[in-house]
């Protein structure tokens, strides 16, 4: 099992960016809860935003909520995490991950003017 995520960047404060993460490997992605983690520098990792498997229910940390959500297209094994109205302290290292247990490689977000 694969998970591969890319659109990390630099922003400036207030922009946008768009994460992806495609899963290969990871047989009925549709049944997997999907989820969207980052790790600053000097913290711990911390749940950002999740899609449950069925329904496609949604939870956000308080953080982000309003400006950050997260989608998935079953057909493309892909989860997205659109990322609005960005602040300095969203600046980490966002991970993909799978609730069958894995992780992927993890993608640079820095915000800053």
């Known amino acids: 099992v694969q998970l591969v995520e890319s659109g990390g960047g630099l922003v400036q404060p207030g922009g946008s960016l768009r994460l992806s993460c495609v899963a290969s490997?990871?047989?009925?992605?549709?049944?997997?809860?999907m989820s969207w983690y980052r790790q600053a520098p000097g913290k711990e990792r911390e749940l950002v935003a999740r899609m449950f498997d069925t329904g496609g229910a949604t939870f956000y940390a308080d953080s982000v909520k309003g400006r950050l959500s997260i989608s998935r297209d079953n057909a493309k094994n892909t989860v997205s995490l659109q990322m609005n109205s960005l602040k300095v302290e969203d600046t980490a290292v966002y991970y993909c991950y799978a609730q069958a247990g894995y992780w992927g490689q993890g993608t640079q977000v820095t915000v800053s003017s």
């Open positions: 490997g990871l047989y009925s992605f549709s049944s997997y809860g």
